[in-house]
T-cell receptor, first 114, second 113 residues
Framework: QKEVEQDPGPLSVPEGAIVSLNCTYS??????FMWYRQYSRKGPELLMY????GNKEDGRFTAQVDKSSKYISLFIRDSQPSDSATYLC??????????????FGAGTRLAVHP | DAGVTQSPTHLIKTRGQQVTLRCSPI?????VSWYQQVLGQGPQFIFQ???????GRGNFPDRFSARQFPNYSSELNVNALLLGDSALYLC????????????FGQGTRLTVV
């Protein structure tokens, strides 16, 4: 079983829709949770960075973390064609053993059509 | 402000050859991590370097090595290349050794033929 599970999609939605992206994980030691956006053949771009449980909002993006369920979500409001990309969740135990390592999901491909 | 820069952008090598990939972190960032991303998968951790010392290593063979220079730039070396080493190699820059946002470069796409 992978430490982080993420549905690869593809997810296709019309412009203006609310998009929900999710990841589950098995390691209860994870404390830091991130969402990255990756366009084709580019490096991942950090969208959201959160610590422990709770919600965080930034513009059209909202990240939710539920540590009791080992479940994280990213919501995108008023989705735009420019949001079409692969979304990667990542998490970390923190400064464990003297270093910091991100564990990524496989990524969900999102297509927003006009 | 310049982000994380990686060079080269693309590279084609033959099996058995050696390759060196380079990374310059964001100014002021002292930690550099390397990740391998195979097509259709999320990035996999290879190394973290902080203050010129290796602080962590992922589950990769000894053919993979790296170093960090006094200016905090870093090189990733891969010896005896295999076809399976074909991937996007990503460098991540962060402020310190521990937790903090990690910012990625555009990656180096390595193709081994």
């Amino acid at each position: 079983q992978k430490e982080v599970e993420q549905d690869p999609g593809p997810l296709s939605v019309p412009e203006g829709a609310i998009v929900s992206l999710n990841c589950t994980y098995s390691n209860s030691a994870f404390q830091y949770f991130m969402w990255y956006r990756q366009y084709s053949r580019k490096g991942p771009e950090l969208l959201m960075y959160t610590y422990s449980s709770g919600n965080k909002e930034d513009g059209r993006f909202t990240a939710q973390v539920d540590k009791s369920s080992k479940y994280i979500s990213l919501f995108i409001r008023d989705s735009q064609p420019s949001d079409s990309a692969t979304y990667l969740c990542a998490m970390s135990r923190g400064f464990s053993g003297g270093y910091n390592k991100l564990i990524f999901g496989a990524g969900t491909r999102l297509a927003v059509h006009p | 402000d310049a982000g994380v820069t990686q060079s080269p952008t693309h590279l084609i090598k033959t099996r058995g050859q050696q390759v060196t990939l380079r990374c310059s972190p964001i100014s002021g960032h002292k930690s550099v991590s390397w990740y391998q991303q195979v097509l259709g998968q999320g990035p996999q951790f290879i190394f973290q370097y902080y203050e010129k010392e290796e602080r962590g290593r992922g589950n990769f063979p000894d053919r993979f090595s790296a170093r960090q220079f006094p200016n905090y730039s870093s090189e990733l070396n891969v010896n005896a290349l295999l076809l399976g080493d074909s991937a996007l190699y990503l460098c991540a820059s962060s402020l310190g050794q521990g937790i903090g946002e990690a910012f990625f470069g555009q990656g180096t796409r390595l193709t081994v033929v």
